[in-house]
């Protein structure tokens, strides 16, 4: 059961809007102690781990993780992708492991993809690990909440050399070669307060188990500065900067995609049920698109008959030629039953000093590598 949409803007006034009211106060005392109870929580479940009386357990084959420090978009999901692309051109066999968050499953294990086909739906594993499995057709895809399992299954039954958690971050049980840990360099901290009074899912010390960081989106010379200044106090991990950026244009069923020229001056619905909506429909502007309306719906939501049907309604009275959306809703669509034809906008994931990331990858995969000057 989804909060209610009241509710949710009354929080965002508490948290994010300055409010001093008594209500408002009343809430943030109430949020502040609950956010209290669950930082203690995580102490009582990471404090064995930390003090030795919990092993993490070792897989057999190099472990890479992608997770962040907040809910909400940051990125995971092409960052996965961009990261097994590289991977598979330097030669190597990657394995996706994800938990499969809002699939039916919950956390039940399961193989969605084994480079011959895919063999789960969206509703089952979630629409994340549907889209990478089928955006990389050449690197299986498990889900399951035991990722110590799914990457055994991986490794010894799907021949993968090396591992890459996806949302791996808050995995405590399972060492890691390499923590990459995704922000938003727009809003990297939030109101730096931990769930339910704030978006982080641990404090900000949680980021000297970080390997390296990225930061993505858009960042001002003077906000990067004060962001690296501040990252400073919890970590000496190196951080890159990215931004995703528009790669190509794609029609639904089809394996070819078009130049991402394609979008120019396209009247498009802009579709989406992602963590990050409005990112989405800035990534179509700046593909030359124009956005005469707009649907925006909960992350991971699946799409209902009634759902479609009001989105046509929609899309018919904006006056656009397209419905346009992005791969992780266009798993979950079908095209036949749309009023307008679709375009799904792919992006990727463009990093400033590419070569010293991949030289970090390289190192943590190879240690024995000698370091370069």
Not at 214 to 242: C, H, N
Not at 301 to 318: F, K
Request: net charge positive; charged share 25%; hydrophobic share 40%.
């Amino acid at each position: 059961m989804r909060p209610h949409p009241k509710l949710v803007k009354f929080l965002e006034s508490v948290l994010y809007g300055g409010r001093a009211d008594l209500p408002a106060v009343c809430a943030r005392g109430v949020l502040r102690l609950l956010a209290a109870i669950y930082r203690a929580g995580l102490r009582v479940h990471m404090g064995p781990f930390e003090i030795g009386l919990r092993k993490r357990k070792r897989l057999a084959r190099p472990v890479i993780s992608v997770g962040n420090l907040t809910v909400g978009g940051t990125g995971k999901s092409p960052t996965v992708q961009y990261l097994c692309a590289g991977l598979n051109d330097m030669g190597l066999s990657p394995a996706v492991l994800s938990y499969g968050y809002g699939g039916t499953l919950h956390g039940k294990f399961g193989i969605v993809s084994d480079r011959s086909a895919i063999h789960m739906t969206p509703e089952a594993a979630s629409d994340e690990p549907v889209m990478l499995a089928s955006l990389l057709p050449d690197v299986p895809v498990l889900i399951g909440k035991d990722r110590v399992r799914s990457g055994r299954v991986a490794v010894e039954n799907l021949g993968a050399n090396i591992l890459v958690l996806d949302d791996g971050f808050q995995v405590w049980n399972l060492h890691r070669d390499l923590d990459i840990v995704l922000i938003n360099a727009g809003n990297p901290f939030d109101n730096g307060r931990t769930l339910p009074a704030g978006r982080l899912r641990e404090s900000l010390t949680a980021l000297n188990r970080a390997d390296c960081i990225i930061a993505t989106g858009q960042w001002k010379a003077k906000d990067s500065e004060e962001m690296l200044a501040r990252l400073k106090r919890f970590t000496s991990a190196p951080v890159y900067f990215g931004r995703f950026v528009p790669s190509a244009v794609a029609r639904p069923g089809g394996d070819s995609t078009m130049p991402v020229r394609e979008m120019q001056g396209k009247r498009v619905f802009a579709l989406s049920s992602i963590a990050s909506p409005r990112s989405f429909e800035e990534s179509l502007v700046e593909a030359g698109a124009v956005i005469f309306g707009r649907k925006r719906l909960p992350d991971h939501h699946i799409y209902s008959p009634r759902d479609i049907a009001r989105i046509n309604r929609d899309a018919l009275e904006s006056s656009a030629e397209f419905i346009a959306t992005t791969d992780k809703d266009a798993v979950k669509l079908d095209a036949e039953q749309l009023a307008l034809p679709m375009l799904i906008l792919r992006i990727r994931l463009d990093l400033e000093d590419e070569n010293g990331f991949w030289e970090l990858v390289s190192r943590t995969i190879n240690p024995d590598r000698p370091e370069t000057c």
